[in-house]
């Protein structure tokens, strides 16, 4: 309930509006009572007495208080419909703006896929269910209440039918309501669980088809789509039963009805016209019970999305700006690690351990290890991607948590492991590296990342659009775009993580010599090719997340045996002696 109450803040704006739409429902449900009480005159005075004129009068009457009902209905939906809307469309902006300002940490511990779910799925349920709610949850109570006081001053004769029946009905309706309603919970829990095994098999198409696993994928789809199946089918058997019942208690109370108005109106105490306005009054009551109870269960639907769009919501962002940031005017790009451990979970094994090394300005640092050593982890510190679990990490003598995070994030050209790249042309994704770059500083930037010879047999140029993903590039045009995003950028320090691996030799020899267009660059260039960074200044080697070994190439080759066991499994050649007497 507190979770509902707070997402309550995001109607505040609409408050208006939001009772705009009952205020209609009121006008259209006062119509709607109306109707029957002016057949009952039409009955009872016009038909009675054979009073043609009287009947045209009251025929007239009852067309125009059908058309200010409908008019009430209309600006109802259109009031509840816009609140709902705009209610939503807030709640799906605070989210995301939440998710864009999560750590690596925060959103690993959602998932993309659940992520997705909340933002689309949940907030249109929570869309519905306000929308249902500002319509029918007034109309219900009103149409109830109003037909009761009604038939109770206008026909009281009939009341014991009335004493008989409504309890009935609202027993029926609102235990199968309650019951369906928990059914609908495990359907809402049954379509995300679709949902997530959807948006999986849509991201990984293409790694299911070469790896032959479209069978076991759809056996897999199978099972949860079986499950839905399941949930579906039984909720709705247990409205399907409420029908009937309804059906019987209803025509039950028509019977009883006429059966005791058939007395009332022998001994002259009620007239034929009311017996008729009561049976019509008793459908009014029914429709309301029937309408409030459908919005409890979509009510009951939405309680889970509102659990998880509040998760969000509530998430304590782990990597905040400090409260009195460091902004410097100029990052000279001097990186000190000082004994820095880090572990993802904080229960699992340590990914980097007391790690400590410098950079200094202009110097390319070379990260080397096996695969799961933690170079990648390593350059996401920098970032404040992650923030360490112990040690520190100095930028120009300042430890990266006094920063503000835009002056440290802006002064880092990243070019990830996976090159990620947006649905938008080849210049606007170059441009996210620096939103003012011109026209020709996207072009150089292209140029040294060697992406001008593709991008220039396009016959858009650099207004192609890529797709969803960049699937119409290959693996190293999506790199060549994401190192030029990030030469674009002209920052101080350059993490360049294995975004050369799908480029050839030659263009990364040009990539390479482009690095340093931009003096007094830090560069740190992680790579599993000893090739890559065999000219580093200086080479960090990780095994197990341990700094194993740390100096020039000859220097690694004659002192790290992690080092020279990886550069001889690549070829590299023995060709000098060292004091110790062995051949590297
Ligand atoms: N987001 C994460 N959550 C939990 N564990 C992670 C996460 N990212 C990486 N790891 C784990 O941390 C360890 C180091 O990963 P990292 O990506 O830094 O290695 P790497 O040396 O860059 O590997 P590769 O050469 O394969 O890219 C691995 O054991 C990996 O499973």
């Avoid at 306000?130 to 109830?144: A, D, K, Q, S």
């Avoid at 696993?213 to 897999?220: A, F, L, N, S």
């Avoid at 790579?527 to 997340?545: F, N």
Wanted: hydrophobic share 45%.
């Amino acid at each position: 309930m507190g979770s509902v109450r707070a997402l309550g803040k995001f109607l505040k704006p609409y408050k208006g509006i939001a009772i705009l739409g009952p205020l209609f429902m009121v006008l259209e449900v006062t119509m709607d009572l109306l109707q029957p009480t002016i057949m009952q005159h039409i009955i009872d005075k016009g038909i009675a007495n054979q009073d043609t004129a009287y009947v045209i009068r009251m025929g007239i009457l009852m067309i125009v208080v059908a058309l200010i009902g409908l008019a009430g209905g209309l600006g109802c939906i259109f009031f509840s419909t816009k609140t709902a809307v705009h209610f939503s469309a807030d709640v799906r902006k605070a989210v995301l703006s939440k998710i864009v300002m999560f750590s690596g940490e925060n959103r690993d511990t959602f998932g993309t896929g659940k992520l997705i779910t909340i933002v689309t799925n949940d907030i249109v349920t929570l869309q519905t269910a306000l929308n249902m709610t500002l319509r029918v949850l007034v109309r219900g109570p009103l149409l109830f209440i109003g037909s009761m006081l009604i038939v109770l001053f206008s026909a009281n004769e009939l009341s014991p039918v009335l004493f008989v029946v409504v309890p009935i009905l609202l027993i029926t309706v609102f235990f199968i309501a309650g019951r369906s309603g928990r059914m609908f919970k495990k359907v809402q829990e049954a379509i995300d669980k679709v949902n997530t095994r959807l948006q999986e098999n849509l991201a990984g198409m293409r790694v299911i088809k070469a790896y032959v696993q479209q069978r076991q994928e759809i056996e897999r789809f199978k099972q949860v789509n079986d499950e839905l199946t399941k949930t579906n089918r039984s909720a709705v058997q247990v409205i399907s039963i409420m029908m009937p019942v309804i059906m019987l208690v209803i025509n039950g109370g028509i019977v009883g009805t006429l059966w005791l108005g058939s007395y009332k109106v022998a001994d002259n105490s009620i007239e034929v016209g009311a017996i008729l306005a009561f049976i019509n009054y008793l459908m009014l009551i029914l429709m309301a019970l029937m309408s409030v109870s459908m919005v409890s269960i979509q009510i009951t639907r939405a309680f889970p999305s509102v659990g998880r769009v509040q998760e969000v919501l509530q998430t304590k962002i782990n990597i905040v700006e400090p409260k009195e940031s460091y902004q410097p005017k100029e990052v000279k790009g001097h990186i000190a690690f000082r004994d820095v451990s880090f572990s993802y979970s904080k229960n699992e094994e340590q990914v980097l351990k007391h790690i400590t090394f410098d950079a200094q300005p202009g110097e390319k640092i070379g990260i080397i290890g096996s695969t799961g050593s933690g170079k990648s982890t390593l350059v996401k510190l920098i970032a404040r991607l992650y923030d360490v679990d112990s040690g520190e990490i100095w930028i120009d003598g300042v430890n990266i948590k006094q920063y503000s995070l835009q002056t440290l994030r802006s002064s880092i050209g990243f070019v990830t492991q996976k090159a990620t790249l947006f649905s938008d042309s080849i210049a606007e994704n170059i441009r996210y590296g620096n939103v003012i770059a011109d026209d020709l500083e996207i072009q150089t930037a292209a140029s040294d990342a060697c992406a001008t010879e593709f991008i220039e047999r396009l016959e858009e140029g650099y207004t192609y659009k890529l797709t969803q993903d960049a699937t119409n590039l290959s693996g190293g045009q999506k790199q060549r775009l994401s190192i030029a995003r990030a030469f674009v950028r002209t920052a101080s320090i350059l993490i360049l993580d294995d975004s050369t691996s799908a480029v050839d030799a030659k263009s990364e020899e040009k990539i390479q010599s482009a690095l340093h267009k931009t003096a007094n660059r830090t560069i740190f260039l992680i790579s599993s090719k000893v090739s890559s960074i065999i000219d580093a200044d200086k080479i960090l080697v990780l095994e197990d997340g341990e700094l194993v070994g740390m100096g020039t190439h000859t220097q690694l080759v004659d002192e790290c045996e992690v080092y020279r066991e990886i550069y001889l499994s690549q070829g590299g050649r023995i060709d000098y002696v060292t004091e110790l007497g062995r051949e590297v």
